[in-house]
């Protein structure tokens, strides 16, 4: 009986331990914060709201990574706030979606917008938290650099105005790209460069040299090369892909077991990618996407799986191949098409696809309202409707040349931020 006694309460001190020491790295963070902190500090902060369930699911994670940097020996320390509460603290970091991530480090503010798992987030304190710029000095070094990062950028030389430059990129680019220097010397044998000093982007087991000339202002060129040409992409990268101002191809594959039709796909693409690159490489990026719910919404439809698709972030527009793609050929052809304009670009950031993404946003949100709760989801619905159509009929009774477009450009800006805020926020 007394030794029961005994486990019992030894597994609540364990408990107890066990949470005080979880709390012990990260930090609860309030107003006073920004008075607190010390300039030379570096914090990991996650900005939370107590009826966020995805802030909740990070919970867990988040102590994680306390403790393993504060292990590590890691300079960032790891807090966290409460954005309903710290709203002076919420707002001096911009805060419009939960959970927001950020780097606070001499000053500025990093926001990470990776996925929200462990691995994406310790990357991300570690690249932010190091220096800008880091120095690889030795063939070691590069080597074990180059295998741990699919895309790493490298400024070869002594200091110059191109440098200047360069730590200028990295102070806004490094949320999602490492930044090294070298010299000459201790590059591979095989990286033969032109002249020097140089900026070098190191990706698919080759490497592509900056050219003022011909590549215009270095940050333009860094945001259209950081993605490796040819990788599994996940939404948060797809979307982030907007910025390189590239299409991307994507074969659309199963989520976990790939049939043989998805892994001929798969490897279709990959092989277009590689043999050409030279081609292709200018205009498009190359992937697949495992599971298609992210381009379903995309498109407000039902993609097949497996499938192919060129995607346009710029403009969120897509093309679909016109005709079966079983060969190279006909995936060539496709490309082809879509640059050549012979493959019609659908969707878009028009009016009316605004209008209609508003309209499929909202069916997606309320059916399963409607499923779960059919007499409330009626009322939720119905009411705003009613009260709307009774203001609508009394504008228009007072004012009876409001036209159609003027109405609908009521319409895209709300839209828009929706837009935005699910998909960072998901
Ligand atoms: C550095 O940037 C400035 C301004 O963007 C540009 O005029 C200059 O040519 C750049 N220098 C080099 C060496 O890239
Ligand atoms: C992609 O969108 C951009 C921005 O709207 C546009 O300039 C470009 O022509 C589009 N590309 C294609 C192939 O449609």
Known sequence: MSD??????????????????????????????????????TWLIKFYAPWCSFCKQLDPVWHQIGSE??????????????????????KEFRVNNYPAIFIL????????VGPRTKDGIMEFADRVGG????????????????????????YVGTTSQLK?????????LIIHINFFSATRDILPKGVSLTSLPAVVVFKDGTYLAYNEEHDGDLKSWIKRERFPNFFKIDSYTLYAMGESGKLVLLALVEERYLCDKSLRYKSLVEKVATEHKETYS?????????????????????????????????????????????TERHLLDFLDGVLGGSV??????GLAQRFRRLVYQTKITLMPVFIEAPVLACFLVGFPICICALFCYLCCKARPTLDEDEAAALVPPVQRHKKLSDKKSD
């Open 69 to 90: 940097l504060r292990s590590h020996g890691s300079p960032v320390q790891v807090g966290k706030a409460d954005a309903t509460i710290s709203t002076g603290l919420a």
């Open 282 to 326: 200018r205009d498009f990026y190359f992937g697949f996407m495992e599971g298609s719910g992210y381009i379903n919404g995309f498109i407000m439809g039902e993609v097949m799986v497996p499938s192919f698709i060129v995607v346009n972030l710029s403009n969120d527009g897509y093309f679909l191949p016109p005709g079966p793609v079983e």
């Open 105 to 112: 480090k001499r000053n500025v503010k990093y926001n990470y």
């Open 344 to 349: 019609e670009a659908q969707g878009g950031n």
């Open 131 to 154: 220096p800008l710029v880091r120095s690889l000095s030795s063939l070691q070094l590069f080597q074990h650099a180059m295998s741990r990062y699919d895309v790493m950028l490298v």
């Open 4 to 41: 029961r006694r005994n486990i019992v309460l030894l597994s609540v001190l364990l408990l107890l331990g066990t949470v005080l020491s979880a709390s012990a790295y990260v930090e609860e963070l309030d107003d006073s914060f920004m008075e607190r902190a010390e300039p030379d500090e």
């Open 164 to 172: 200047g430059n360069y730590t200028l990129a990295a102070e806004e």
